[in-house]
């Protein structure tokens, strides 16, 4: 069996790759100096979407097709915390270049910006399907696309 890849995401030291899996939920780290798989996560149920990295890379961010974002421990692999509030599939993400903050757009037409020191949400304005969001540089509003379904 086979399964597409939905998102990449590179490691701050440019050494590791992690890839999703927007089918089976699986998410793989790499290690792109030898091509050795270094760590594999069973993520999002039915499907990952968009991953993000912290600043550090300590921490992975996953988002899917069960409404949630996942926050794992890349140090331990396990998964530390879910963020909830979706309402539909969670299609993108976008971390703060401080780390700070969490950007996630949805199919149930809402970007909400999660505080990832209270792991709760912020902000949410109503939109069409969102598709894309990107953090805004120097404190500006961040840049959104979307899509209809």
């Known amino acids: 069996m086979w399964a597409w890849v939905s998102s990449l995401v590179l490691a701050p030291d440019g050494k590791h790759l992690f890839s999703a ?24 149920k039915h499907g990952v979407f968009s991953l993000a990295l912290s600043p550090d890379g300590s921490r992975l961010f996953s988002a899917g097709q069960d409404n949630t974002i996942k926050v794992w421990d890349l140090q331990t692999g396990k998964e530390t915390l879910t963020l909830q ?3 539909g599939a969670v299609w993108c ?7 700070k903050w969490l950007y996630s757009g949805s199919g149930d037409r809402t970007i909400k910006v999660w ?27 961040p840049a959104v696309g979307v899509g209809e379904q």
């Open 85 to 87: 509030g979706h309402t």
């Open 21 to 44: 899996c927007g089918d089976t939920g699986v998410i793989k780290g790499w290690d792109l100096r030898t091509g050795e798989n270094t760590l594999t996560l069973h993520a999002n």
């Open 93 to 99: 993400l976008a971390l703060s270049a401080d780390g």
């Open 115 to 141: 505080d990832l020191q209270t792991a709760k949400d912020v902000f949410h304005p109503a939109r069409p399907p969102c598709r894309g969001v990107e953090p805004g540089a120097l404190g500006r509003r």
